[in-house]
């Protein structure tokens, strides 16, 4: 399945407050998810093995590195033996970098959002507005994507442009400097 996110990433210090807020809007909380994204080694795009124990998916996306709202191309198909998959990619393809994360999911109609925890990393919220399962046209999720970026109170020097795959090897990198 193919389809467009515009996504926005933001590091914070009020997931309290934007918890509040998602439940006084009536948004549906899917639950907490453990994650591990295995992200693997391609020429172009990104490619990661999400293992939860709510999603289990292999992810196909292409996005610009920039701050803000910014669109996704993804591919995505849920899987159903995850770790059997992975170990297939792996040695097809190796292993760029593993994301471990603890991850608060909600949704309001067609736009999904995450408190998530990085260890060494920090505390971020994203917002996906999503045309996956509602045909919405981009500017329309560009706008959601906006409304809510501004509800959560969420300043520029927030931002972050870039995937958790490449802030981790970042700082990897800086450790190992």
Known sequence: MSFSNIELKARTDRAALIRQYLQDEGATFRGIDLQTDSYFITNRGRLKLRQGNI???LIYYERGDQPGPRESVCRMMEVQDAEQL????????????????????YYIRNVKFHLDELIGLGSFVE???????????????????????????????????RSYSDLLLITNYAHFR
Not at 86 to 105: C, S
């Open 55 to 57: 999603e289990n998916s």
């Open 86 to 105: 992975r170990v297939i990619l792996e040695n097809a393809l190796g292993i760029r970098v593993i994301v471990k994360k603890k991850r608060e999911i």
């Open 127 to 161: 917002i996906e507005a999503s045309n996956k399962s509602h045909p919405l046209e981009v500017g329309v999720l560009r706008e959601q994507c906006d409304f809510y970026r501004r509800a959560f109170l969420i300043k520029d020097e927030d931002l972050v442009d």
